[in-house]
């Protein structure tokens, strides 16, 4: 069964330093998507992302977030200057139509771990 | 803002019983509304939804209700088993819009 796909799982990083998130969505879809779990809290919406560009994003996605497709396959997020306060889990989402056709299919998550 | 909401944190079910969660939201405008499970260490797998034009929506063990009067939503796994137990959020959206996710509850299957 196709599945989303993440790397890392874990990632320690320095406060200040710049992380690459990277995620395979299912080979067929077309919206990507990243969200994000601060431990104990709810799932966040960050960030949408259609032909080739941000269809929506949220509050929590500022500046120092960015998104990218730079190949057929990839779907990246990047913090630029990381904080503790991005300490969290964060997923990845791909859904072969747009979110108001059915289900979202998830990874597995990347653990963001800001010292 | 929350606009969906799971007031109950945790429950814990004896197996072979059935298991309730609950949501309730705000936001009138939401017309498509999902219930995830999750594992610890891995990513929400979509398990059910329901439209707002219906109020039932059944899947084997699986039966999510919508009271649209009430903003309320529930789930109803029937018979409870111990690899139900997860956290399951519940999730919502206008048409064409992003999720939006409840904060979730932690359901425990006894055995």
């Known amino acids: 069964e196709p599945e989303v796909t993440q790397t890392p799982s874990h990632q320690v990083t320095q406060m200040g330093q710049e992380v690459i998130l990277r995620c395979v969505p299912i080979s067929n879809h077309l919206y990507f998507y990243w969200y994000r779990q601060i431990l104990g809290q709810k799932v966040e919406f960050l960030v949408s992302?259609?032909?080739?560009?941000?269809?929506?994003k949220s509050e929590i996605f500022d500046d120092q977030f960015s998104v990218e497709r730079p190949d057929g396959s990839n779907f990246t997020l990047k913090i630029r200057s990381t904080k503790l306060e991005d300490s969290a889990m964060y997923f990845c989402?791909?859904?072969?139509?747009?979110?108001?056709?059915?289900?979202?299919?998830f990874g597995e998550g990347s653990r963001l771990t800001v010292l | 803002d929350q606009q969906v909401k799971q007031n109950s944190p945790s429950l814990s079910v004896q197996e072979g019983r059935i298991s309730i969660l609950n949501c309730d939201y705000t936001?009138?405008?939401?017309?498509?509304f999902l219930w995830y499970k999750k594992y610890p260490a891995e990513g929400p797998t979509f398990l059910i939804s329901?439209?707002?034009?219906?109020d039932k929506n059944e899947d084997g063990r699986f039966t999510v209700f919508l009271n649209k009067s009430a903003k309320h939503l529930s789930l109803h796994i029937v018979p409870s088993q111990p690899g139900d137990s997860a956290v399951y959020f519940c999730a919502a959206r206008r048409e064409n819009e992003k999720l939006t996710f409840g904060t979730g509850t932690r359901l425990t299957i006894i055995p």
């Open positions: 329901i439209s707002s034009i219906k």
């Open positions: 936001n009138s405008m939401f017309d498509y």
């Open positions: 989402a791909s859904t072969i139509r747009g979110a108001g056709a059915g289900e979202l299919f």
């Open positions: 992302f259609y032909n080739n560009e941000i269809s929506e």
